[in-house]
Nanobody
Framework: QVQLVESGGGLVQAGGSRRLSCAAS??????MGWFRQAPRKEREFVGA????????RYADSVTGRFTISRDNAKDTVYLQMNSLKPEDTAVYYC???????????????WGKGTQVTVSL
C-alpha cells in the first residue's frame, strides 16, 4: 500500500523559511509532486521532482523561492520554501505519479497534507 506522509508545516513569519518533508512508502513512483490549497481556492501545482535524476519543474509563483530535492535512500522528498509570503498560506500536499507534470490527474496517490501559515 502506498503511503505519503507530509511533515514540517507550521506558522512562519513573512520573509522566513520552512522545509516540508514527504516520506513515501510502498510502490515506487517516478515522480513526486507538491501541490497546495489555500482557503476558498482550488488546489494548485507547486512543483515536482523526478526520482531518477532530480529533474524539477516549478510553478511560476514559486520559482526562485522554493526548491524541491529528494533523498533516494530515505524515500523522502523535501520542499524548501524561502522568502515566504502571506499568499503562500495553504495546506501543502505531496503526491506520487508517473510523469513530471503540473496536472493533478497525473498523480495517483496523495498525502493528507500539512498546513503552512505565513503571518505578516
Amino acid at each position: 500500500q502506498v503511503q505519503l506522509v507530509e511533515s514540517g508545516g507550521g506558522l512562519v513569519q513573512a520573509g522566513g523559511s520552512r522545509r516540508l518533508s514527504c516520506a513515501a512508502s510502498g510502490r515506487a513512483f517516478s515522480t513526486m509532486g507538491w501541490f497546495r490549497q489555500a482557503p476558498r481556492k482550488e488546489r494548485e501545482f507547486v512543483g515536482a521532482i523526478r526520482w531518477s535524476d532530480g529533474l524539477t519543474r516549478y510553478a511560476d509563483s514559486v520559482t526562485g523561492r522554493f526548491t524541491i530535492s529528494r533523498d533516494n535512500a530515505k524515500d523522502t522528498v523535501y520542499l524548501q520554501m524561502n522568502s515566504l509570503k502571506p499568499e503562500d498560506t495553504a495546506v501543502y500536499y505531496c503526491a506520487a505519479g508517473s510523469w513530471l507534470s503540473a496536472l493533478e490527474g497525473i498523480y495517483e496517490y496523495w498525502g493528507k497534507g500539512t498546513q503552512v501559515t505565513v503571518s505578516l
